[in-house]
């Protein structure tokens, strides 16, 4: 319900800055665990929509930084970002591999026909 002026996403966390001259409402999909308004600690009550949580932040321009989840979570999202990138890398080296195969049978058949 504020002016976003800037935004930074990461794994875990949000970084924006707002500015607002009422009370601002922010929305997440996921619930946040830690609201830094400013650098500071800020105990914002979490309410809990049907599809997200929104907090209120308070008037004026502030730098706002959201952190979401726990360690529990963020060990899972980073063993997944590692699995995705193992299993992306082993299919591109058997797609090469089936490739290279292919081509050597192709050649080495056309040497034993002639």
Sequence with gaps: SGNLLKVDYLLQ???????SEEKTVASLNYKPGIVRVDGKIFAAEILKGDDCFSIMLPSGK???EIVT????SYGINMASIWSMS???IY??????????F?????????????
């Design 91 to 100: 299919g591109i080296v058997a797609s090469m591999l089936l490739l290279s």
């Design 62 to 64: 502030h730098h706002v």
């Design 86 to 88: 193992a299993i992306s």
């Design 69 to 72: 989840g726990n360690k529990f």
């Design 102 to 114: 292919f081509i050597a049978l192709k050649f080495i058949r056309k040497r034993y026909n002639s």
């Design 13 to 19: 966390t949000i970084l924006f800055v707002y500015e």
